[in-house]
């Protein structure tokens, strides 16, 4: 290399240090590419430019990697550790002519021919100058093109904060020779291959360019569909065919969004702001799933829990930065109001009403729109629950989005459409005071901006934030397994298979966030406490208790999505006490220190022991059931879990079919025993006295499920034709009597969904018949098993309040 390319980049490294931020994505790329440093490394560039290998080299330094500008040596022979696939735009010649490149491939390919232990890494690597598509009514290229001197110098001042440094997975050069040999061929494959790469890589961090909303607003105002509900608001309204035009275009105006690459980085600056004054990081995870399917060209469908409004911002942060397209959000009306409205519509935002029922026009209008952003490749996120849960457990699935999603394969999507389940979690949430308030009655507050003002002054120490990307589903492939026949023309507009599939597909999303659910140090300390009927603890006896969940849950994992905390419970409890207005205090006597929960903190706790209550029910329940029966067979542990279960997997959205039940359970029992809270002497399990404290801390995660369910079935005994309405009704006022004389705090506890799913599992399993008569042995049979894990004073309470509803 000549000393004048040498001296050139020495110049550029001061200036592009200040001006240019590191940004590397991933992260880590060593332990999330699965990256092995031991073998020599090659970088792959797409074009030559000094400027971009500066600030690569940068970025490589700074996560751990090999500097670029050192040598491979090899068996004595040394070779570049970078080469660039073209030419591109530049100033000084140097080693990035192709030819060049496709020898110094060729050099290390020879080299594995000798050298049987070499496996040399090819690691693409990419410069992207801003993340700017470019707009569909405006020529040229986007900004991320082969840029020249001048205008490198323009976007080092412009994009600077806004410059990422993509790397992407290895390819293995022993793989390449033991598949395909030593010809000289595969050097030019290579390098083919590679441009291919770097090409999709740039749509996957860009996507298409943005429409022009005019235009995009004549096309679909031109499309049969709309044509066709337009006249039919005309004549079901007996106005004119022109007025119902003007409000087909309001609708539509209403409904888009007109987003703005400016306006995102804008709202990045803010965000970054935002999130280093509410939490102490934000651990994302598994994000190069979503990366692979951007690059396989797949329509990507992102389908979050909702928490909070913030996790419409949060997603789109944290996308933005994993080097992916911000997608278009399917927001609730009710935020469309000045002056975040234009923002959030500039940020992606296209907004919904809550319902669509009787409006045929509006349905059609969004349902085309939805369509289009689909058919047109952008990215799509909705929130599958509806609304913010306000119990910190997922909702029932609203379906009408992925019913849309699945009209769009059906029609005229020619790329695959990808499903990507998110969960996002915090250990603190903003509004949940609020929803304590909204639980006990009060009215819930329309969004609006003083309420915004009011929000942003209480902000402060939030802990930690979570956003873990769940397994995808692969929409075309997911119908091919269960629903084979979606590929059959029908003329019907919904042919039977379609119904099913919509809930078979939302109710898997639920089931993929649950096992992508983040465990942390509140949610446990939560769980705890809340398991004590004081909310109270001894700090010994607290940190045995989360020195528990943590070794199951790192022993038997729910799922291999789940995040679970590293640090010590000393340190997870250290942690809590330091956050701001978690209402857990420390209290000291003559015996030592007590944590407990404010009393006015305990419903707010719920809130968190219920984002991983999934995780802990079915130990929970083995754990219950021993306690209970003090000692039982395990046949018999097996029979109770087995018959409780399916009611806990529809309820929670729990991942293990009923053919796995036993082997899960097996491996609790297993854990239970190594911890020393139970016993396990053949076929016989039971209680370790010297740990029976911990025990029933375990237990006491089912408690409250158990007690719902023997209200229900409690009623039903006593009047086997109660209509389900009723049965409904009646179940829910036994349990808020129940929360009442007892101090159960929790807000799901007398929640009439909850009841209504219970119902409708019994149904499922097969306690009713076709003609809805009740199976009164088999519902004596769960009857006795219930009875039996529930406290003598609490079914008391309930068989009174049952009679009392019978005269």
């Known amino acids: 290399m000549s000393g004048i390319v040498k001296l050139y980049r020495k110049l550029l490294e001061l200036p592009l240090s200040l001006l240019v931020k590191n940004n590397p994505i991933p992260h880590n790329p060593i332990e999330e590419l699965a990256l092995n440093t031991a073998q020599p490394v090659v970088y792959v560039l797409p074009y030559t430019s000094q400027t971009d290998l500066v600030i690569f080299r940068k970025n490589c330094l700074s996560v751990g990697l090999p500097d670029p500008f050192e040598n491979n040596e090899i068996d004595g022979v040394s070779l570049p550790r970078f080469v660039f696939l073209d030419e591109g735009r530049r100033f000084f010649k140097s080693k990035g002519a192709k030819q060049e490149t496709i020898k110094i491939f060729n050099k290390y390919l020879e080299l594995h021919r000798t050298l049987t232990e070499l496996d040399v890494q090819l690691i693409p690597g990419s410069v992207l100058w801003g993340r700017s598509p470019g707009h569909e009514s405006k020529s040229g290229l986007p900004n991320l093109r082969l840029l020249n001197g001048i205008q490198k110098t323009a976007a080092a001042i412009w994009f600077g904060r806004d410059t990422f440094v993509r790397f992407s997975q290895a390819v293995s050069l022993r793989y390449m020779v033991n598949e395909h040999g030593f010809d000289k061929k595969i050097a030019n494959k290579l390098a083919r291959v590679a441009k291919i790469h770097f090409s999709k890589q740039r749509i996957s961090a860009t996507g298409p360019r943005l429409p022009n909303r005019q235009a995009m607003f004549n096309k679909l105002l031109q499309l049969p569909t709309i044509l066709e509900a337009i006249e039919d608001e005309a004549k079901n309204k007996k106005i004119s065919k022109e007025k119902a035009e003007k409000e087909a275009y309001k609708i539509l105006d209403e409904i888009a969004a007109n987003v703005s690459y400016e306006g995102l980085r804008v709202a990045d600056r803010f965000l970054r702001w935002l999130w280093n004054k509410l939490y102490q990081g934000i651990d994302v995870q598994n994000a190069d799933r979503v990366r692979k399917l951007a690059l396989d060209g797949h329509e990507i469908v992102y389908v979050p829990c909702h928490r909070s409004h913030i996790d419409y911002l949060l997603l789109s942060y944290?996308?933005?930065?994993?080097?992916?397209?911000?997608?278009?959000?399917?927001?609730?009306?009710?935020?469309?109001?000045?002056?975040?409205g234009a923002m959030f519509r500039r940020g992606g935002a296209f907004f919904i009403?809550?319902?669509?029922?009787?409006?045929?026009?509006?349905?059609?209008?969004?349902?085309?729109?939805l369509a289009e952003l689909f058919h047109r490749g952008y990215s799509v996120e909705y929130f599958i629950e509806g609304g913010r849960s306000r119990t910190g457990r997922l909702l029932a699935p609203k379906t009408g989005m992925m019913s849309m999603t699945l009209q769009a394969l059906q029609q005229r999507q020619t790329r695959p459409i990808s499903v990507v389940p998110v969960y996002v979690g915090y250990e603190h949430v903003l509004e949940v005071d609020t929803y304590?308030?909204?639980?006990?009655?009060?009215?819930?507050?329309?969004?609006?901006?003083?309420?915004?003002?009011?929000?942003?002054?209480?902000?402060?120490?939030?802990?930690?934030?979570?956003?873990?990307?769940?397994e995808p589903i692969v929409l075309s492939n997911y119908l091919n397994q269960h629903f084979p026949e979606w590929k059959e023309e029908s003329d019907e507009d919904r042919p039977q298979w379609f119904s099913r599939a919509v809930d078979s597909v939302s109710n898997q999303v639920m089931i993929n966030i649950n096992k992508a659910a983040a465990v942390n140090a509140m949610n446990l300390t939560g769980t705890a406490l809340l398991s004590s009927r004081q909310r109270a603890l001894s700090r010994e006896q607290l940190l045995e208790q989360l020195a528990s969940y943590q070794q199951f849950l790192q022993n038997v994992p729910y799922s291999a999505d789940m995040i679970v905390p590293t640090d010590t419970p000393e340190a997870m409890l250290e942690h809590v006490l330091s956050l701001d207005r978690v209402g857990v205090l420390v209290e000291k006597d003559n015996f030592g220190e007590i944590v407990r929960l404010e009393r006015n903190s305990a419903v707010l706790m719920t809130y968190y022991r219920n984002n991983i209550q999934h995780f802990l029910v079915l130990p929970s329940l083995v754990a219950s059931v021993v306690l209970h029966y003090e000692a039982i067979q395990k046949d018999l542990v097996l029979d109770a879990v087995s018959k409780i279960y399916p009611f806990l997997q529809g309820e929670l959205f729990l991942h293990f079919p009923q053919e796995e039940l036993v082997a899960r359970v097996e491996k609790i029992i297993a854990?239970?025993?190594?911890?020393?809270?139970?016993?396990?002497?053949?076929?016989l399990l039971s209680i370790n006295k010297a740990q029976v404290r911990t025990l029933q801390l375990w237990s006491a995660g089912v408690r409250e499920i158990l007690q719902r369910y023997y209200i229900t079935v409690s009623i039903l005994q006593k009047e086997p034709t109660i209509p389900r309405a009723t049965l409904e009704k009646e179940s829910q006022s036994v349990a808020q009597r129940l929360s009442v004389l007892h101090g159960i705090n929790a807000p799901e506890f007398f929640d009439k969904a909850v009841f209504s799913a219970f119902i409708a599992g019994l149904k499922t399993s097969g306690y009713f018949d076709d003609e809805g008569v009740?199976?009164?042995?088999?519902l004596g049979n769960i009857a006795d098993i219930l009875e039996h894990m529930i406290s003598s004073e609490i079914g008391l309470t309930i068989k009174s309040a049952v009679e009392k509803g019978e005269e």
């Open 318 to 340: 944290v996308l933005y930065h994993q080097g992916l397209v911000t997608p278009h959000i399917a927001a609730g009306i009710n935020l469309n109001f000045w002056p975040v």
């Open 353 to 369: 009403r809550r319902t669509f029922k009787g409006n045929r026009l509006y349905s059609t209008i969004f349902r085309e729109y």
């Open 436 to 470: 304590a308030k909204e639980l006990r009655g009060a009215a819930k507050e329309k969004e609006n901006a003083g309420l915004v003002l009011r929000v942003i002054k209480k902000l402060r120490n939030l802990g930690k934030g979570y956003v873990n990307f769940g």
């Open 671 to 683: 854990e239970l025993s190594r911890q020393g809270m139970i016993k396990y002497n053949e076929n």
């Open 774 to 778: 009740v199976d009164m042995q088999k």
